[in-house]
């Protein structure tokens, strides 16, 4: 096949193209053309072949510049560093390692917040708990200042009719009383810290609350300010008493790592900010209505039960939010319920739920089958079931319960044990028809105690069937199980003496 384009090699004196030059053969001569008769000139290639090898051209004339390549962007190594409130990491370009802050300036300052006020290892309901400390805290310490201004008025600061001595001496009793009393609140109720922490912190704000009330009736009775103040004062240091000695334990509470110190001390940063807050609150409080003086006087009556109102549901709130891991009588006895009926050994969480915050309630026992059960427990058990009756609630109404005692020497394990096989009889008499006759006299009474020692045994097999898988999963979950708390009167000591 022939191709449409050709060349004729008469027509010019150029060389073929597919014929290449050799090298070094260009010289001055000029190769010769043919020069047509027109008005246009035709291009001498003389120019562009003579160029000799190791040209370099010369400074006026410009060569196009060729297009740098675009730099790569640098790669992001897995490498994160977070310092400071800030989060940087390393980059390479090619030539160097860098090391970037990748966080905007946003996120970077609620982190520097967030580390300034919250510990870097705490569990994941302490966010929570600081919320409702935020409200309580603010409200409480607002109440604070218009309590202690109610009282520099009441006790006549300012007034050129009052004398400093007089008032002085006031103020000094109020406190050693006090003090005297808070000393005297915390000997009585040392084990109930530990046993019934939120029952004990709830009810001594309660009385902290009630105590600011006391401190805003003094301008009304001016005469009666000591007396007034020493009852406020004594609420006021049974409640500071009561909130030291329960802070160890909810902020342990919250150190998943160990880190008590970090939490302690960010507790008390936070302290210290809420309740400026609250004293800014207070001041505003104080400047809008200066300029009326009823008003100003009769503000703190309207504001008291408001703000008593959010402090308390504050407080209430926030004690939910405390999920405490170690073991007391009521605890367990959530857990072992929980076992017995579902399977499982509850978190700290879903116990903290079940938890209530009730007051203490009186009972009393009766020895009739303790005496049996004490006469028939063997010398190897270290503990002993029997049933009891106890007085609950204002019209002390009697109910049956489960009665266990230890012998002296019990651990741990014993405890658990005994706890476990008294839930295992609770269930197995609720089931039962002869719970209401359990207290019956007479020919029954042998054939009841048949029937008790016939439940004593199932339920101690049941008991030792559950306890090493029971101890187990409590241990995965978190729960100190190496001591139990009683209080006071759990620990209450028994003697039987066979004359």
């Known amino acids: 096949m022939q191709s449409t384009f050709y060349t004729a090699y008469n027509s010019h004196h150029f060389p073929p193209p597919w014929k290449s030059l050799e090298p070094n053969c260009i010289t001055s001569k000029s190769i010769p053309y043919y020069k047509p008769q027109n008005r246009f000139k035709t291009l001498t290639l003389t120019n562009l072949l003579r160029i000799p090898l190791g040209y370099e051209p010369e400074e006026d004339i410009e060569l196009l510049p060729r297009p740098k390549p675009k730099p790569a962007p640098p790669s992001r190594l897995p ?21 970037a802050c990748v966080d905007g300036g946003v996120s970077s300052f609620s982190s520097a917040v967030q580390d300034f006020f919250i510990p870097k290892q705490v569990s994941g309901n302490y966010m929570d708990y600081v919320t409702w400390k935020l409200l309580h805290r603010v409200f409480s310490s607002a109440l604070q200042v218009l309590a202690t201004q109610a009282m520099l008025q ?36 040392a084990s109930a810290f530990d046993t019934n922490l939120k029952r004990v912190r709830f009810s001594t704000f309660v009385m902290f609350s009630l105590s600011i009330g006391v401190e805003l009736l003094t301008p009304v009775i001016p005469r009666y300010f000591l ?11 049974i409640s500071l008493a009561s909130y030291l000695a329960t802070n160890t334990a909810i902020r342990r509470s919250f150190a998943i790592a160990d880190n008590l110190g970090e939490v302690s001390a960010k507790a008390r940063i936070q302290t210290v900010c809420f309740d400026n807050l609250g004293l800014l609150l207070a001041a505003v409080l104080n400047i809008l209505p200066k300029n009326n003086q009823s008003l100003h006087a009769g503000l703190p009556f309207v ?39 579902s399977g499982y050994v509850p978190s700290p969480a879903e116990v903290s739920k079940e938890e209530g915050i009730d007051f203490l309630w009186s009972k009393g026992s009766d020895p009739k089958l303790s005496m049996m059960a004490m006469q028939y427990s063997s010398g190897e058990d270290y503990y002993f079931i029997c049933m009891e009756i106890f007085c609950k609630g204002e019209k002390r109404t009697k109910q049956h319960g489960i009665f266990l005692c230890l012998r002296e020497g019990a651990g741990t394990v014993d405890i658990i044990m005994g706890l476990l096989q008294a839930c295992y009889v609770r269930k197995a ?6 719970w209401e006759n359990i207290l019956g006299v007479g020919d029954s009474l042998d054939f009841v105690l048949n029937e008790w020692l016939k439940v004593i045994e199932d339920s101690k097999r049941c008991a030792q069937r559950d306890l090493s898988l029971l101890n187990e999963q409590m241990l995965e979950l978190g729960w100190a199980a ?16 066979d004359d």
């Open 227 to 237: 007396l007034l103040a020493s009852v406020a004062n004594i609420a006021t240091q």
């Open 429 to 434: 008499l609720l089931v039962s028809s002869w």
């Open 303 to 341: 504001i008291y039960p408001i703000f008593s109102a959010v402090d308390l549901f504050g407080i209430y709130q926030g004690l939910k939010h405390v999920h405490l891991q170690t073991l007391t009588k009521d605890r367990l006895e959530i857990i072992l319920n929980i076992w017995i009926e």
């Open 79 to 99: 490498v994160v560093i977070r310092r400071s409130g800030s989060v940087f990491r390393y980059f390479w370009d090619g030539n160097h390692l860098q090391l």
């Open 154 to 189: 009441a006790i006549g600061i300012g007034y050129s009719r009052s004398l400093p001595s007089a008032a002085a001496l006031n103020w000094v009793l109020k406190d050693g009383l006090g003090r005297l009393s808070r000393c005297i609140y915390t000997a009585g109720l």
């Open 482 to 497: 190496k001591n139990i708390l009683l209080s006071t009167e759990e620990q209450a000591r028994y003697s039987f003496v």
